[in-house]
């Protein structure tokens, strides 16, 4: 069976911190990991990781994948109160057809 | 954001009786999929389409049927609602890579 594990499953930091947020995996026909962030809604995409070693940055996020070692991270700099969210972790077999493989988040909390 | 709309968003329903679930796409994207959302699970899948009228089960499909007779539209039906089926359920669609887009939900409660 599929799993996916994130840590921590929440996290309160102040405002203007870095934080990194864990992601191991195993599953089946690997062929992506992405990221997503869900504040109160739907989630919204932020990266998806298929080579390993290779970062990924936008802003102020970034990620990086280990398919060695089977886990992910993802790192938020400079945290600001609208990073504030649920930050969500999903594998994917290869191919789009069959659906994704969700770990249960991380809370992430940012205090003024 | 991706096209996606979900109907209804909210929907109040007795146990037993039949519930259908509407996901409608603009973005000509061929895959689909229905999740659920609960506290202390996650998103799991429960049903996906990879084309017109090619559908598969996902994780939690007991239940559940799904039908897609057009490229836009994916629709989820519970034969016979369940509290157990109290959940948010969200669509979601994507083109070739596993990049997901989701859709804004639907907040199911059987009573």
């Known amino acids: 069976e599929d799993k996916v594990v994130q840590s921590p499953l929440s996290l309160v930091v102040h405002e203007g911190d870095t934080v990194t947020l864990n992601c191991s995996y195993e599953?089946?026909?690997?062929?992506?990991l992405l990221w997503y962030k869900q504040e109160k809604k739907a989630p919204t995409f932020l990266f998806m990781l298929t080579s390993s070693g290779i970062e990924k940055k936008s802003g102020r996020l970034s990620s990086i994948l280990d398919k060695k070692e089977l886990f992910s991270i993802l790192n938020i700099t400079a945290t600001q109160t609208g990073d504030s969210a649920v930050y969500l972790c999903?594998?994917?077999?290869?191919?789009?057809?069959?659906?994704?493989?969700f770990g249960k988040g991380t809370h992430l909390i940012i205090q003024p | 954001d991706a096209g996606i709309t979900q109907s209804p968003r909210h929907k109040v329903t007795e146990t037993g009786t039949p519930v259908t679930l509407r996901c409608h796409q603009t973005?000509?994207?061929?895959?689909m999929y229905w999740y659920r959302q609960d506290p202390g699970h996650g998103l799991r899948l429960i049903h996906y389409?990879?084309?017109?009228?090619?559908?598969d089960k996902g994780e939690v499909s007991d239940g559940y049927s799904v039908s897609r007779s057009k490229t836009e539209d994916f629709l989820l039906t519970l034969e016979s609602a369940t509290s157990s089926q109290t959940s948010v359920y969200f669509c979601?669609?994507?083109?070739?890579?596993?990049?997901?887009?989701f859709g804004p939900g639907t907040r199911l409660t059987v009573t």
């Open positions: 599953v089946t026909n690997f062929r992506s």
């Open positions: 999903a594998v994917g077999p290869g191919g789009g057809a069959d659906g994704l493989t």
């Open positions: 979601a669609i994507s083109e070739f890579q596993n990049e997901q887009y």
């Open positions: 389409s990879y084309g017109v009228k090619d559908t």
């Open positions: 973005e000509n994207h061929r895959y």
